[in-house]
């Protein structure tokens, strides 16, 4: 029988995070849900725990080096060297303009985001390495790519393209690959409530995507268990957008004139 895997989620408490760790945890690794937010890393512990598999709760602060440090020796010491860390914690931020943009909000929103992801990464790299190799997914997004007003959420995700093909080129020579994935609109906890509250218009979303639908939580956690997986051995250094086609539609139906636009 091989040995069961040992999975960190940061973010694990909500979202894409969630159903990342119940994702892994249904294939049978033992998955650490890390999370600022206690109640919801519990909670998602007992949901694994109830659908079978094997879970423990952890608290991290990924704006926290020591938080961080903690959380990779903490783990190392009562579970096991990790071999799969997705980078799941991470914050929204409000639309923003140059002039007007609070900088305590900016730097916040790295911090958590792109710093965060950075520390995490350069927590467990060394710990995967010795172990023989591993695999790491950050959460990058489709303002990486695409110009939205988010002045520090978009540039923090550019970065974290970046930072996963530069981890990919040093990582990979000592075995640990290192993949992002572009969650297009996610129809999160969060992001159903924004949608109740009035605040976003799924009918937009839709419309936006080539294939004219939101994509589940299940759907990034699918694309983010393929990357971990042995399937995914040669693929290192992609950022993968599961976004139901938004990239490519985005551009497409601006196009002036062209009748297969849906504008
Ligand atoms: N939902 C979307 O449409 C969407 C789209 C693109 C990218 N993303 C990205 O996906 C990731 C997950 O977002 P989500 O939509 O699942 O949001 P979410 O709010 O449901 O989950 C984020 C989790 O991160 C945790 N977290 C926040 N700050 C933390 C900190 N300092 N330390 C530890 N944990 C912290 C929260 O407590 C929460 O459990 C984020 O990086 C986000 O930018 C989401």
């Given at each position: 029988?091989?040995?069961?895997?040992?999975?960190?989620?940061?973010?694990?408490?909500?979202?894409?995070?969630?159903?990342?760790?119940?994702?892994?945890?249904?294939?049978?690794?033992?998955?650490?849900?890390?999370?600022?937010?206690d109640a919801?890393?519990a909670?998602v512990?007992?949901?694994?725990?109830a659908a079978?598999?094997?879970?423990?709760?952890?608290h991290?602060d990924?704006a926290?080096?020591?938080?961080?440090?903690?959380?990779?020796?903490?783990?190392?010491?009562?579970?096991?060297?990790?071999?799969v860390?997705?980078?799941?914690?991470?914050?929204?931020?409000?639309?923003?303009?140059?002039e007007?943009f609070?900088?305590?909000?900016?730097?916040r929103?790295?911090?958590?985001?792109?710093r965060g992801?950075y520390?995490?990464?350069?927590?467990?790299?060394?710990?995967?390495?010795e172990?023989?190799?591993?695999a790491i997914v950050?959460i990058?997004?489709?303002?990486?790519?695409?110009a939205?007003?988010?002045?520090?959420?978009?540039?923090?995700?550019a970065?974290?393209n970046?930072?996963t093909?530069i981890?990919?080129?040093?990582l990979?020579?000592?075995?640990?690959?290192?993949?992002?994935v572009?969650?297009?609109?996610?129809l999160?906890?969060?992001?159903?409530?924004?949608?109740d509250?009035?605040?976003?218009?799924p009918s937009?979303?839709h419309?936006q995507?080539?294939?004219?639908?939101?994509?589940?939580?299940?759907?990034?956690?699918?694309?983010i268990a393929?990357?971990c997986?042995?399937?995914?051995?040669?693929?290192t250094?992609?950022?993968?957008p599961?976004?139901?086609?938004?990239?490519?539609?985005?551009t497409?139906?601006?196009?002036p004139?062209?009748?297969?636009?849906?504008?």
């Open positions: 029988m091989s040995e069961q895997r040992i999975a960190v989620v940061t973010g694990g408490g909500s979202g894409i995070g969630r159903a990342t760790a119940r994702r892994l945890a249904a294939d049978g690794d033992l998955v650490v849900v890390a999370d600022v937010n919801g890393a909670r512990v007992d949901e694994i725990v079978g598999g094997d879970a423990r709760a952890w991290v990924v926290q080096e020591d938080s961080i440090r903690a959380l990779a020796e903490g783990v190392t010491a009562a579970v096991g060297m990790p071999s860390l997705v980078n799941s914690a991470g914050v929204l931020q409000n639309l923003s303009l140059l007007t609070d900088l305590a909000e900016h730097d929103v790295w911090a958590i985001n792109y992801t520390l995490c990464c350069r927590a467990f790299a060394e710990t995967m390495a172990r023989g190799g591993g950050n990058s997004s489709t303002s990486s790519v695409a939205f007003p988010l002045l520090a959420y978009g540039p923090g995700k970065a974290i970046q930072l093909a981890l990919a080129a040093e990979g020579p000592r075995g640990v690959r290192v993949n992002a572009i969650p297009g609109y996610v999160t906890e969060q992001m159903r409530s924004r949608i509250a009035g605040l976003r218009d937009v979303m419309a995507s080539a294939l004219g639908c939101m994509v589940r939580p299940e759907d990034i956690a699918d694309g393929f990357l997986s042995p399937a995914a051995r040669m693929v250094g992609v950022a993968l599961i976004d139901a086609g938004w990239l490519a539609s985005v497409y139906n601006q196009y004139g062209w009748p297969g636009g849906k504008r």
